[in-house]
């Protein structure tokens, strides 16, 4: 799915590269943020930027429903209010100490986060199943280029010579790079999931020499 405006779904990581308690950096368009899940199994999205001096959350910790800073361990909910102050812990901090969230949901194996208002929900794709994501140091265009085909609400259906179909879905990065999930149907076999991951290294090589030959004409 491509997210370049505000008010849709961002593909920003595969449910299962972010384990119970774990916090990763990530990119929507609304900008950088910090991935996160709770003890307890639940996705959340907080601005990478404590409010407190500015450093990167996603470099922080979770300690049980609560994503903390890595400088002076100010805690944070999901929904964004601070929980805690080391410093003062008699201290009940005041509604105004707040880091900005984005809404997050998981569907299919997918973590999508919204940037903006929504109607809907994250894009359903039954059937499928996600095998892999890779950065390409490409834009979305010499991707679709590399491909032959135009990326959709659900997605790119690409069909390599001689191979399956893949489903693709792109994430726009910073510097003309970008974030591709790779999906197969839910039933592949290990020889089938094997060739779709080396294919797609091959779709961002050929992206990479799109991009590069872009650049240089």
Not at 70 to 90: D, E, F, K, Q, V
Not at 141 to 146: G, Q, S, T
Request: hydrophobic letters at 40%.
């Amino acid at each position: 799915m491509l997210s370049d405006t505000t008010g849709s779904w961002t593909p920003v990581a595969l449910s299962a590269d972010l384990p119970a308690g774990a916090v990763m950096p990530a990119r929507t368009p609304a900008g950088p943020i910090a991935l996160w899940r709770s003890q307890s199994g639940r996705v959340a999205a907080s601005k990478d930027r404590c409010p407190h001096r500015g450093m990167r959350l996603s470099y922080g910790f979770v300690r049980g429903e609560a994503l903390s800073c890595i400088y002076h361990g100010w805690s944070y909910s999901r929904t964004g209010n601070c929980l805690r102050i080391p410093a003062h812990p008699g201290l009940t901090p005041p509604e105004t100490i707040r880091v900005e969230t984005q809404q997050a949901e998981e569907s299919d194996g997918i973590i999508w986060v919204a940037a903006g208002q929504l109607t809907a929900e994250p894009p359903r794709l039954e059937g499928l199943a996600p095998l892999r994501s890779l950065v390409a140091h490409a834009g979305v265009a010499a991707v679709e280029a590399a491909a032959s085909a135009k990326a959709g609400p659900e997605g790119l259906v690409w069909q390599p010579q001689n191979s399956r179909t893949i489903r693709l879905l792109l994430a726009p990065q910073d510097d003309d790079q970008t974030l591709i999930h790779v999906l197969l149907d839910s039933d592949s076999s290990l020889s089938a999931r094997i060739a779709a991951s080396r294919t797609a290294e091959t779709l961002r090589r050929m992206a990479e020499e799109l991009q590069t030959k872009r650049i240089a004409s």
